[in-house]
């Protein structure tokens, strides 16, 4: 089990720019969540995936925003025409969903600097 | 809805003394909860979680908690605390019969916990 990683961990990119973020999940775990996390704040949900098909979305994740999850294994979150304003730690997280457990395992992180 | 309370968004602490994060939540419904811990510049580590049964519940590092329906609270306790332990402390709750996305994890705005020498 080697756990949740992203790729990249740091990301320093000049406004207007495009960017793009992998997370590839614990194994065999049906459920992927994208989080962003703000400067003294906890994280907030962005959205999720059950297996391939992505089943919600946040009121945070606007048109600029898309993730993908395309053969239910890893997941790329891709921010279009940066903003400063999206600047932030996005968060991955995956888990094993089954009856009423449903415990979530989060990545290390994937810091934005928007310039 | 759910919302989740940290009341204490600094807890300074001296090494080897005990310390106690709080936390409550409001909910309409039955609950799971959780602690995760966050250093510095990583992602957040699940520190432990109660789900149903004993109320105190015992998680990594020598932290526990212990869930208390009447008074909506999972608060969080260490009975000597390490240098080692200054992190972020968050506490978040989900409903268990709700989807996985806006009715899944929500967490509180955390706790820096800070131990001095």
């Known amino acids: 089990d080697t756990g949740v990683s992203q790729d990249p961990r740091h990301k320093i990119t000049k406004r207007g720019q495009n960017v793009t973020f992998r997370c590839d999940p614990i194994?065999?775990?049906?459920?992927l969540y994208w989080y962003r996390q703000t400067l003294g704040q906890g994280p907030e949900f962005l959205t999720y995936?059950?297996?391939?098909?992505?089943?919600?979305k946040s009121r945070l994740l606007s048109d600029r925003f898309s993730a993908e999850r395309p053969k239910g294994s890893f997941s790329t979150l891709e921010i279009q025409r940066t903003e400063q304003g999206d600047s932030a730690m996005y968060l991955c997280?995956?888990?094993?969903?089954?009856?009423?457990?449903?415990?979530?395992?989060f990545g290390e992180g994937s810091w934005l600097t928007v310039v | 809805a759910q919302s989740v309370t940290q009341l204490d968004s600094q807890v300074p602490v001296f090494e080897e003394a005990p310390v106690e994060l709080r936390c409550n939540y409001s909910?309409?419904?039955?609950?799971?909860l959780f602690w995760y811990v966050q250093y510095p510049n990583q992602g957040l580590q699940l520190l432990l979680k109660?789900?149903?049964?004993?109320?105190l519940v015992k998680g990594i590092n020598g932290f526990e908690a212990e869930f208390n329906k009447s008074q909506t609270s999972f608060h969080l306790r260490k009975p000597s605390v390490h240098i080692s332990d200054t992190a972020e402390y968050f506490c978040?709750?989900?409903?268990?019969?709700?989807?996985?996305?806006?009715?899944?994890?929500?967490f509180g705005k955390g706790t820096h916990l800070i131990i001095q020498p």
């Open positions: 909910s309409s419904v039955s609950v799971y």
């Open positions: 978040a709750v989900t409903d268990p019969l709700g989807g996985g996305g806006a009715d899944g994890l929500t």
């Open positions: 995936f059950q297996n391939e098909a992505q089943l919600e």
């Open positions: 109660y789900l149903s049964g004993s109320t």
């Open positions: 194994s065999e775990h049906n459920r």
């Open positions: 997280a995956s888990s094993l969903a089954r009856g009423w457990e449903n415990t979530i395992y």
